[in-house]
């Protein structure tokens, strides 16, 4: 079989991968459960190849999240759920629902009021998903919370009801004010660690991660993609420090926490 550029011959690929017998034994093992993670992994591989603006990575990365969408579709059309033509036909009816702006006649002249749009036709959209289900509509009220998926990671999940709560108005005016909170949270796990009380410290650390959310978001910076690059950072420093002593015929285990923090400083300095 060749490759192609043609999206038939992806799914081609993956229906013989999944054919008994003469298929691969690993994909016919798996299940929506099992290839989750490696759907998940993938779309962070997408966002580390545009972190490193290596397109040459990110058309490979692509790739690889387009053929977990192949793989569930294929699944899903084992089961005679739906196929992938199902899955194209429902987010392009949905770009389309989404979009009255472009393809209806609603007004959408700024980012700002597109994304209020967007916001109000998810909702209906909700609701009308729920009543195609038979699903009752529940006693609780609606919260301006809803529709933030608990498997999120954290950083982002704090991101998306921070942003929720700030389209109704539960929010700060001015980054400093976050950044006074943020000083309170710190002087708050201070005080649980006078008083030997590690689990409350724990507990206030968690609020002080929520915080530096919020000062993100303030300064319209992605939490999750300025962590990534402290995290590139760090290691790029931390692997000078073990060349540096390796250079001496050393290992980190073999210097002194001062000497590391010269040999950081100097990493830190050549970035400059």
């Not at 692997?239 to 010269?262: F, H, N, Y």
Request: proline share 4%; hydrophobic share 45%; glycine share 4%.
């Amino acid at each position: 079989m060749k490759p192609s550029r043609d999206i038939s011959r992806l799914i081609e690929i993956m229906a013989a991968l999944r054919t008994p017998v003469t298929g691969c034994p690993w994909d016919l093992e798996q299940n929506f459960a099992t290839i989750a993670p490696y759907t998940i992994e993938e779309a962070y591989e997408v966002a580390d190849a545009i972190s490193r603006n290596d397109l040459v990575d990110l058309r490979d990365e692509l790739g690889d999240l387009l053929l977990q969408v192949v793989f569930h579709a294929r699944m899903a059309q084992e089961q005679g759920a739906f196929d992938f033509g199902g899955v194209v036909d429902a987010v392009t009816s949905k770009m389309i629902r989404r979009h009255p702006h472009v393809f209806a006649d609603a007004d959408g002249k700024t980012a700002a009021h597109v994304k209020d749009l967007w916001e109000d036709i998810k909702q209906r959209e909700k609701a009308a998903k729920a009543a195609a289900k038979g699903v009752a509509v529940s006693d609780k009220p609606a919260s301006a919370l809803d529709g933030v998926p608990v498997a999120l990671p954290a950083l982002t999940r704090a991101l998306k009801l921070q942003q929720k709560a700030g389209r109704v108005g539960f929010d700060w005016n001015d980054p400093r004010a976050v950044l006074a909170k943020i000083r309170e949270e710190a002087d708050e796990i201070e005080a649980e660690l006078d008083r030997a009380e590690n689990e409350k410290a724990a507990a206030e650390v968690g609020d002080l991660l929520f915080a530096v959310v919020n000062l993100a978001r303030h300064l319209d910076a992605d939490p999750e993609a300025i962590l990534r690059a402290t995290n590139a950072k760090f290691e790029r420093r931390f692997t000078a420090i073990e060349a540096a002593l390796a250079s001496q015929g050393r290992k980190p285990q073999d210097a002194t926490l001062a000497e590391m923090d010269a040999l950081w400083d100097q990493a830190k300095a050549a970035e400059t």
